[in-house]
């Protein structure tokens, strides 16, 4: 186990982000992502559980929800395996955090705080090489900003492959922190940036408690699991794909066809599998070793 916690594990992420210890760290984070935007001087976080609005609708947590000093909600997530419904689910936490803004009585006029929900994936939303995906309600004509109430900021941390030299803003620092942390020996810029330096502190495994080591030591478990399950299905996929171009070349009944299919079976199912490996943020070390592909390869799909 490395020296600082992973961050992509319920544990590591709340201890991270969604306590008052951390809070200079999440608003360092929050201010380099809305930079030029607005500028955090403080939060108060706010209770995770939403009850449900009526009778029979289901209450959900959040993983990390505050406000800031002038009533604006935040939401933070981390979704580190694919889901299929992610955006909806996202869509609809938002949209939650905005109808919890209303009041009784006749005197309310509507007067919504913004919503931001800023998510951040290990794997990728769809076959889009963004990074960062801004969403807000939009003309669709005119291209402009509807309403500034919503905002829905996806990050893709397979497609950050920036290195530490690399890094100029303190959006970039953070997040080259974020997703590298668990196989660092030392905290970078620590020496040059007080939250740095409050991140090591916070993350260092070594200051976890008997029973938070505990369980951060089975999410971690979980965590490995998962991605080894993910590997397994897909190369179980990519042995089906190998299958269905041999099937095909014998249906042609030539030699030629036989060797083309064959080929193309496996190629393709090759590709695919790398294709779902990297949207779904499993390292490229890995992806190279389930398929047997370059890293140059699987980069250019």
Known sequence: MGRFINPFTDT????????????????????????????I?????????????YDGDRSLIYDVLCETETGEKI???????????FKERS??????????????????????????????????????????????????????????KVRLIYLQLPCFTKREEDCESDFDRMIYVLKHMD??????????????TRLGEIAEVAALKPEERRQYETDVKHYRDTLAVMTGQFMQGEEKGRAEGRAEGRAE???????????????????????????????????VEATGLTETEIEGL
């Open 183 to 196: 196989v660092f020996d030392r905290m970078p810029w620590a020496a040059k940036d007080a939250v740095f």
């Open 253 to 287: 009944g030539r030699a030629e066809g036989l060797v083309e299919g064959k080929l193309k079976g496996r190629a393709e199912g090759i590709c695919d599998t790398a294709r779902n490996l990297k949207r779904m943020g499993l390292p490229i070390a890995v992806i």
């Open 12 to 39: 590591g992420f709340k201890r991270i982000f969604g306590q008052e210890m951390s809070k200079p760290v999440l608003i360092k984070f929050l201010n380099a992502l809305l930079q030029d935007e607005r500028s």
């Open 41 to 53: 001087t403080d939060l108060q976080f706010l209770d995770k559980e939403q009850i449900g609005i």
């Open 75 to 85: 939401i933070v997530e981390m979704q580190n395996r694919y889901q299929p419904y």
């Open 91 to 148: 869509i609809y936490y938002a949209a939650r955090a905005i109808v919890e803004q209303g009041e009784r009585g006749r005197e309310w006029r509507y007067d919504l705080k913004a919503v931001y929900l800023v998510a951040f994936m290990d794997f990728q939303l769809s076959d889009s090489e963004k990074f960062r995906i801004d969403v807000a309600l939009m003309d669709m004509e005119e291209h402009t900003v509807f309403s500034d």
